[in-house]
Nanobody, 115 residues
Framework: QVHVVESGGGLVQPGGSLRLSCRSSGIIFTRYHMGWYRQAPGKQRELVAFITSSGNTNYADSVKGRFTISRDNAKNTVDLQMNSLNPEDTAVYYC?????????WGQGTQVTVSS
């Protein structure tokens, strides 16, 4: 069975940093595109960062220059390094593994940016 599990969320002060990690199992990880999404209360889920199976990356304009997505194929993990966090980054962050028409979502991890 497929499992996608996020970790690393928590409470951080504005301007602080946080690193999220997502581990996948039950898939041939190297074949999958990986994405980080987030959803704030009352808002739709939005794409934050995306990394393809070949390592190409894409970021939402709101996080460009502050967040970095990376993958470690040896560990079946994808990370999201978040710097210069602001309250608008507060949301539940979800990891997604996608291959063609297949998609697997993690359970989400809460990130709260507040003083």
């Amino acid at each position: 069975q497929v499992h996608v599990v996020e970790s690393g969320g928590g409470l951080v002060q504005p301007g602080g940093s946080l690193r999220l990690s997502c581990r996948s199992s039950g898939i041939i990880f190297t074949r999958y595109h990986m994405g980080w999404y987030r959803q704030a209360p009352g808002k739709q889920r939005e794409l934050v960062a995306f990394i393809t199976s070949s390592g190409n990356t894409n970021y939402a304009d709101s996080v460009k220059g502050r967040f970095t997505i990376s993958r470690d194929n040896a560990k079946n993990t994808v990370d999201l390094q978040m710097n210069s966090l602001n309250p608008e980054d507060t949301a539940v962050y979800y990891c997604k593994a996608a291959l063609r028409l297949e998609a697997y979502w993690g359970q989400g991890t809460q990130v709260t940016v507040s003083s």
